[in-house]
Each structure stands twice: as C-alpha cells, then as structure tokens.
C-alpha cells in the first residue's frame, strides 16, 4: 500500500462494500482503493468476465446483475456497510432524435437503480447503526451539456436522491453524498468521442480540447484513481458528519 493511501486516513477493516460498475474505469478504480483500505469488496456489473477479474485481483466477491432489471436487483442476496452506486452508461443525440427506450434505460440504470440498491441495503446498515453511501454522479449532476439529456436528468436526480436519503439516515450513523467528476478518462468518456464528433461536426481529435474540456480551466482528463480516493474518504470513519453532500473533482469548471 502506498504512503499516500496509508495517510488518507480511510480504514475500513471488517467493512463490506457493493461496488456497481466495478468491472472496469472508476468503479474498477473504487473497488480497489476500498479493498486496500481494508474492505472486503462485491463488485457488480453485468460484465461477469471484468466483475471476475476485479474481484479476483483484489480479493473480492463478483455479482452479475443487470441493474435496468428491478427484479434482479431485489433478488440480490447481498449486506453491505458501504454501497457505491458507480454504474452508468451514455447516449448522446438531440432530443428530437433521442429514443425514448434509451432515455428510459439511462434512467432506469443511473437513478432508478441506485434507489433500488439504497432501499435493499439501508435497513442493514440502520440495524447496525454505521454505513456509508456515495454515489458517483457528474459534474453533469450540477452543469447540463447538449445532447445528453437522459444523463444530465439522471445525474441531477441523483444529486436529489441522495440528499433525500442524507435526510432519512441522519442520526443512524448513516451518510449519502455524491462524487462529481468532470470528464474521467473512462471506456464510457472515450466511447463518446466519436458520438460528440459527429452531433458537433468536428473531428475527432478535437473533441477533448474543443467540446469536452471546453468549460473546464484544467486542461486534462481527471484520472480515475482520484475519484477512487474521494469515495474512500467519504466511505471512512472521519466522514461521519459529512452528508446530503456533493464534492466536485470537475478541474474548474462549475467556477467558471
């Protein structure tokens, strides 16, 4: 373990974590800042050949779920102190030519989800009076951007979601806040290049520079393993009285 990690003061041994989206980018990244940290891991993904490979490197569990099927989430025998709702995908077209099946199934995997995981595990976490949810939202949850109008809905739902449960969970031991990357340097930020160049009619190579980090003073792609590090403070024992909040990792751009 590095010196930066061991200072960071996020110990959590005899602590169980449920990482969705963990089979890869920043949920693959926060499933194996939480383990060095101490915490047995179940990663989640529909990805079984990812989840597996996470969970073995760090020691971990794997789940395969589908997260836009309410039922198997109800279904998933799991207990948990630390949820970390990471899962997400993107589509990118203007409203008019945006398919409402897409719009539903963002909404279904980015919100709908997360909500379905919060109702399942907080009675765990109420019962043992100790638990930590964080949500990896967006700068997106706080800035809209053209042509994304299934994920900037989600997203600002989900910034509202977890200041709800914040509320409920006040007083049980129990925290909800929200990590908000800008532009993360992901399979899912990569795989929306190409969507970006042709909604923009730019080439691709200059989507980062021009479209992406347009907004954002700091010129460069925030790494996952930064996000990783915020979630693990947020899932630490020194976080107790920060909750209903959100922590923008966004190089600047909502102080523009």
């Known amino acids: 373990m590095s010196e930066t990690h061991v200072t960071s003061g996020a110990r959590l041994e005899g602590r169980r974590a449920v990482v969705t989206g963990g089979a890869s980018g920043i949920g693959a990244a926060v499933a194996t800042r939480l383990a060095e940290a101490g915490a047995e891991v179940v990663v989640v993904d529909?990805?079984?050949?990812?989840?597996a490979k996470v969970a073995a490197l760090i020691g971990g569990e794997h789940r395969v779920v589908d997260l836009s099927d309410g039922a198997a989430i109800g279904a998933l025998d799991v207990t948990a102190d630390i949820l970390v709702n990471n899962a997400g995908l993107q589509h990118v077209a203007p409203i008019e030519d945006f398919d409402p099946e897409r719009f539903?199934?963002?909404h279904k995997v980015m919100l709908e989800a997360p909500f379905r995981l919060a109702r399942l595990l907080l009675p765990g976490m109420y019962a043992a009076g100790w638990g930590r949810i964080v949500h990896v939202s967006s700068v997106h949850g706080h800035r809209a951007s053209a042509y994304k109008s299934a994920y900037v809905s989600a997203k600002h739902g989900l910034e509202g979601l977890s200041k709800v449960i914040a509320l409920e969970a006040a007083g049980k031991g129990v925290t909800s806040n929200t990590v908000c990357p800008g532009y993360v340097r992901t399979?899912?930020?990569e795989g929306q290049i190409a969507d970006q160049a042709k909604a923009h009619g730019i080439p691709a190579g200059d989507v980062v520079d021009d479209v992406l980090l347009a907004r954002t003073p700091v010129k460069r792609l925030v790494e996952p393993d930064e996000v990783a590090e915020m979630v693990a403070f947020l899932c630490g024992p020194q976080?107790?009285?920060i909750t209903g909040s959100s922590f923008l990792l966004d190089g600047g751009w909502t102080a523009a």
């Not at 529909?46 to 989840?51: F, H, I, S, Y």
Request: charged share 25%; hydrophobic share 40%; aromatic share 0%.
């Open 104 to 106: 539903a199934l963002i």
């Open 239 to 241: 976080s107790s009285s």
């Open 46 to 51: 529909r990805d079984e050949e990812g989840a």
């Open 187 to 189: 399979p899912l930020v």
